[in-house]
Structure formats: C-alpha cells, structure tokens
C-alpha cells in the first residue's frame, strides 16, 4: 500500500539485503563499552516499514457507489421537498380547475363561461410571466416560493365564500394564473442552486415534468372522484390545503439563499421588463427558448380537438379519453427512458434530430386513422418531447447566473402562452377544414418551423458565432445586472 509519509532527511532511500551483517563495531581501550545494537527487523519484499508505536495501515474499505441518474436526483434531501411540493400544488391546480369549471356551469348554465375558465388558467400567464419576473431574481427564491403558494391558498379560500360572484371566481382564477409562471420560473432557476447545472439539474426538470404529464391522467380522474363525493367548494377546498402544504415544505425542506441580483432601484416593472429584453436580445438565448414553444404550440391541435375528431370517426365517448391521454403516455415514457438510459452527452446528440422529427407523427392524420392508429401516433408525438430534456442543459448554460429567474419565468410564461394559442388557432382552423387536415397541417406545418429554429440554433452553437455575436453577447451578459 503506497505511503505519503516521506522518508527523513538523513535516512537513506537504499534497501539493505536480508543477509547483510552488520560490521562490528571496533573498541577503543578505555573507551566505554558501546550499546548493543539491535539489528533491524527484517520486511517480506514490497511491504513497507511501519514506524515503531503506529499500528500498520489497514487497507479502505469499498466505498460504496454513489447512486446515479434518477436516484441521485432523490438522493438530495431539498430535492426531495421540492417534489413534495409540485405533486400537492399540482394535483390541487387540476382538482381545482375541474371543480370550479363545474361550480360556474352550476351557478350560470353557460357553456362558454363554462370552457373560460379553463381558458382562463393560461391567458394570464403572458402578463405574470412578463410584468412580474424580476421578482424571481429581485428577492430570495424560498421566500418568493412560499409566498406565492400563501397567496394561491389565499385566493383559492375567497373561492369558497358563497357570496362570492361568477366574474369574481374568474378574477381570482386569473389572479392564481398570473402568480402560476413567477413560482415556476423561481423554482426552476433554484433547482440550480439545490442541483447544480449539470446532469442532476436536467434530471430533476425532467422529473417534474414527468409529475405534470401524469397529473393530467390522475388528477382529473381524482378530481372526478372527488366530485362524486363533494360539492365543488368542497372539492376546492382540497386545493387550499394542498397550497398550504406546498408552503410548509419549501419553507421547512429547503435552505435559505440570497436573492441571485438585489434591488437595482428601478421598478419591478421596470426591471422585469429590462430583463426580458436581455433575454430575448441574446440570439441564442433566443433561439433555444423559441425551440422550447414552437413543437408544442402545434403539438397541441390533436389534444383541442380531441372531441370532434371522436365524433367524426365514429368511436363511442369512452375512446375520447384515450385520445386525451395517448399523447401524456408517450411523453412520461420516452422522458423516463431518455433521462435514464442515456447518457448526458448523448441526450445532447439526439436534442435537433429529436425536435426536427417529433411532430411528423401528426401527419398520419391526412388518411383520417381509426382509434388504434390515431392513438399510436399521438403517444409517438409525445414521445418527441423528449428532446427537452438535453434542451434544458444548454438553456441553463446560455443564460447568466443574475438572469436566471427571469429567464425561466418568462421560458414558462411564454410556453403556456402559445399551447393555449396553439388550441385557439386550432379551433379556427376547424371551422373552414375537416378536423383530420387541420391535424395533418399542424404536424406538416409544426415540422417546417422546427426545422428553420434547428438551423438556428446550429448557428449559434458555441464556437459557431463571430467573435462579433460573442463580444456583444458577453457584453449582455456583464451589463445585465
């Protein structure tokens, strides 16, 4: 076993034989008898010398491996809360939005005010993700974490007085939706300090991913349950309580940090606004957020038109949720996959070939599939989602540390945004051509704007820009703050 104790100054580095003798020391008369002289023990070749009254070394243990992947993400105790928290906020936002969409329909009989409610629950995250992003970076993430789930439970409690009217539901539910993208962005730009910015940063976004797409089949399917069984205040009443619980946990699970850019004396207006500017100013920045929306926005036309594709191929009401949940299913398993079996460089290969083909499975539409075909090339689509997982790396590498808030929170503003734009044009589309071809169209279309983004963000690959496009970017990057 190799020592780095070194030898003293005066010894010598030479061994001596095991049969060497040592020469005799010769007697002076009158000269006083010398010390016997010990000889030195004698050690097997290749062990060393211990020295006298330390006991020998005894060989490390195996250290144990360290976990890898999805376990290691877990193995992080704030992770660990963090998850917590997003399963109970989450599960209650659908709960929520499924009871108060049936407690309007109950109080009014109006269809349209009815399916505004649920319109209502994306509209407003342009404007929170916009206006109020500053505060993401501005003040200290558990604190803007748990406040913003204190408001939502406060808001969602003023829901549950009777004399509460239908516009003021609304209002409240905008309010919830607007306080919806500042946690996100926060929570997302925290899970770098928590994480890192490497491997168990990109694994911990694609776990809460994974929670939101299964929260669309199983929180419905509670929220149904719930509602046999309680009123819709009283289903939403459940919601309250899964906001406060999230509080708890952030507050008590995760450590508090400084806020990432302290008050630069401007407004919060001011700042968020001067953000987003930066942000969407930086060409690659720009391009890889742009990759973030653009599949999604055409991703969603066979989700929005779900129903009247059901009816127009003539399958019972039950193979809607098929339809519904076929896309969510793909998604979970590729993302499961991808996180788990590939390797961080090799998720960062497959990101543009990924995200140039992952909406052609729509295509299959043009031939007006049956169920089982509809259904398999909705799960396929899914599963080109998966290309964000590599995605998130590089974002988190393009933006500055003092950005970082912002830039999440107006990532998650922004893709909210354009899938409840993507729906809305969706529906038009419908009116004008038959269901089936406004799918096809989307998956042919979605492709072609894909494509020209992928070439894009090629272009602004590290090393592939000018050193004009470098020094301005970096120039950004120091005047941001």
Known sequence: MPNDRSAPADTSRTPTAPDAVAPAVPVVPGAPAPDAVTPAPVHPPGVAAVPEGVAPAVPDAPTPAAPRGYRAVFAVAEFRA????????????????LALTVLVYDLTGSPLLSALTFALGLLPYLIGGTLFAGVADRYPARRVLVVCDLLCAACVAVMLVPATPVAGLLALRCLVAAIAPVFTGTRMAALTDILGEGDLYVLGRSLLRIVSQSAMLIGFGAGGVLLTVLSPRGAITVTAVTFLASAALLRFGTRARPARSGDGGGTLLKESLAGARLILGDRRVRALMLLFWVPPMFVVAPEAL????ADAIGVPSAALGLLLCSMAVGHIGAELFVGSALSPRNRSRIVLPVAAVGLLPLVVYAVRPGLPLAVMALALAGAGAAYVIGLDQWFVDAVPEELRGRAMTLLTAGLMTVQGLGMALAGLAAEFFPVHQVVAGSGILGTVCTLLLVAEVRATAPGRMS????RDRADRHVTSG
Do not use: K
């Open 467 to 470: 050193d004009t496009e470098g």
């Open 82 to 97: 963090v998850f917590a928290a997003h399963l109970f906020s989450l599960l209650g936002v659908v709960v929520s939005e």
């Open 306 to 309: 779900a129903a009247p594709y």
